[in-house]
């Protein structure tokens, strides 16, 4: 990979291992299936689900994962039986409260989680989790959606590449908004930096109502993050899609190029899931991943996926792992290159 500018380490909040293990701790105790013991039990998958299916959420109710994951819980559910799936909102610690629960579960089928990356492929660099990626069952792969650069809809800048001009000019002039350091926005925007050979300049909020906010008022020149961030801004004009720092692309911001078609050849992908808790039996693995297909062969979930910025893309439990996989490694590289962990 080429060379990132290195930058002061940042400070992040996260939560203390103690807190983390209380929370697991916690989740075992509460993750008792319903035959009554913790343990995955035999496998009889004729029997499966018999009780409500709970599928954990580590972010805020209302947001793009929340709504996505939402949209599929009756058509999966339907696909599975008569049995619901309850979606459980669990937000804090940068994803990795609700996820901890998930990893803390009993592998019997009835816990389940929703996430988008960064709870598996970000927050175990930093070694503040009492889990790492390879502590779950990936089920199925959902969607994906790429990382974009927002400007305001009268910035001078028509291109990526009229950006990285005027930067190169002006070394540091370009301040984007994001929220937190080390999340895939950051991430995407230091691949860009690498590849192009400028320095940006991040300036972290905690939410992309208060980025898009900063970006409106013209504290920074940019903002980077997911489409569903933008989407309410791009919509009333105010706000316009610069480049796409990801490798798919959403119906609303289709004509708008990624950098590897503007010469660039990187990419950041924010990729949505269900996983489980690790060591789940096979033919629940299956029967729930196979529900999560064909529920994503239904034009009307599909289209409710678009409206959240994400492109539906249905990976097996195998195919879902690899990403997984592939995303924490490149993460760890990009990471350590600029001086992050």
């Known amino acids: 990979m080429l060379g990132i500018h290195q930058r002061p380490r940042a400070s992040h909040a996260v939560l203390s291992w103690a807190t983390l293990a209380t929370v697991a701790a916690v989740s075992t105790a509460c993750s008792v299936g319903p035959g009554g013991a913790s343990g995955s039990g035999p496998v009889d998958a004729g029997k499966y689900p018999s009780d409500t299916i709970e599928v954990v959420v580590p972010y805020e109710a209302g947001g793009a994962t929340d709504q996505m994951v939402r949209s ?3 058509p999966v559910a339907e ?3 008569d049995e619901p799936l309850v979606v459980l909102n669990q937000p804090g610690g940068a994803g990795t409260i609700g996820t901890t629960r998930v990893v803390a579960a009993s592998p019997d089928g009835y816990t389940l989680g929703f996430i988008a990356g960064g709870p598996l492929t970000v927050q175990p660099h930093y070694g503040r989790t009492v ?12 969607a994906v959606a790429p990382i974009v650069l927002a400007v305001p809809s009268d910035s001078p800048w028509q291109t990526v590449g009229d950006m990285i001009a005027s930067v190169r000019e002006d070394p540091g002039s370009f301040r984007y908004a994001s929220t937190g350091a080390g999340n895939p926005a950051n991430l995407a925007m230091e691949k860009l930096d690498a590849a192009a050979d400028i320095e940006t300049t991040q300036v972290p909020f905690e939410s992309s109502a208060e980025a898009v906010t900063a970006l409106l008022g013209g504290n920074v020149e940019g903002a980077a993050g997911s489409p569903s961030g933008f989407a309410a801004s791009v919509r009333s004009g105010d706000l316009r899609i610069l480049a796409n720092l990801g490798s798919v692309k959403g119906a609303e911001y289709a004509s708008v190029p990624t ?4 010469g660039y050849d990187v990419a950041t992908d924010i990729t949505s899931g269900f996983i489980a808790p690790k060591d789940l039996p096979d033919p629940y693995l299956r029967e729930i991943s196979n ?10 979930i599909r289209k409710q996926i678009e409206l959240t910025g994400a492109v539906p893309y249905f990976g097996s439990p195998e195919e879902y792992r690899a990403d997984i996989a592939r995303e924490y490694s490149e993460t760890g590289e990009v990471l350590h290159e600029a001086g992050l962990i």
């Not at 889990?131 to 959902?142: G, I, L, M, Q």
């Not at 950098?259 to 503007?262: H, N, V």
């Not at 529900?291 to 009307?300: F, H, N, Q, T």
């Open 131 to 142: 889990y790492s990626f390879e502590d779950v069952t990936p089920v199925a792969r959902v």
């Open 291 to 300: 529900s999560i297909r064909d529920a994503l062969e239904d034009p009307e």
């Open 72 to 74: 599929l819980s009756q």
């Open 259 to 262: 950098l590897k078609e503007s």
């Open 79 to 81: 696909g599975l039986g």
